[in-house]
């Protein structure tokens, strides 16, 4: 007999049944690697979900997952037995290494005591913003408004500043005018 070691093996059951279908798919499960020598040291159902596509024409699934030990020669015998049992949609079954062991061990102890924990609600959590998020008149982005025009408008608005140029420029060379007169009054 060879060395046990830690698998984990995810499996989506057929969302289809009934609860205790379910119940009845994840408790053979169990029973067949408890038959084969291994020991479950924790079976999570995730519940139902939908999946990101179809598989076998099914859009949701029943997760569940199960961290064991066993021997090496369990995981092929248990892929075997979910390619035989038909309200197993897909499974994956990995090996865990002593760090990835670790890894799951002290997650597990971190979920346990933040359960444990009060929980906080988000919106007591939330606080008004201060420094460079606020918004307010003085540091809002600014936005410039380009309007949509037609030709003719334009055109008007073109003619319109031709012309305000025109009057500006004429009004310029009269105080020109004027300023000369008023040069060579003085002179003389």
């Not at 199960?66 to 369990?74: F, H, N, S």
């Not at 600014?142 to 003719?152: D, S």
């Not at 500043?161 to 060379?173: T, V």
């Amino acid at each position: 007999m060879s060395a046990k070691k830690w698998y984990e093996t995810t499996m989506i059951v057929n969302a289809g049944l009934e609860d205790q279908g379910v119940d009845g798919v994840v408790d053979k499960t169990t029973d067949y690697i408890k038959e084969q020598g291994g020991e479950i040291s924790l079976l999570e159902k995730w519940g139902r979900k939908r999946l990101a596509y179809p598989i076998r024409k099914k859009n949701n699934g029943y997760f569940v997952y199960m961290l064991y030990e066993a021997t090496a020669e369990v995981p092929p015998l248990l892929e075997r037995f979910f390619f035989l049992e038909e309200n197993v949609i897909r499974q994956l079954t990995v090996y865990l290494s002593a760090n990835d062991l670790a890894f799951r061990r002290k997650r597990l102890e971190e979920r346990e005591t933040a359960s444990a924990e009060p929980v906080i609600s988000k919106s007591a959590e939330r606080r008004p913003r201060e420094g460079r998020g606020q918004r307010n008149e003085e540091n809002r982005p600014r936005v410039k408004r380009i309007e949509k025009t037609t030709p003719a408008v334009a055109a008007a608005k073109a003619a319109e500043s031709n012309a305000a140029a025109k009057a500006r420029a004429k009004a310029e060379n009269a105080d020109n005018a004027e300023a000369k007169t008023e040069s060579s009054e003085s002179d003389s």
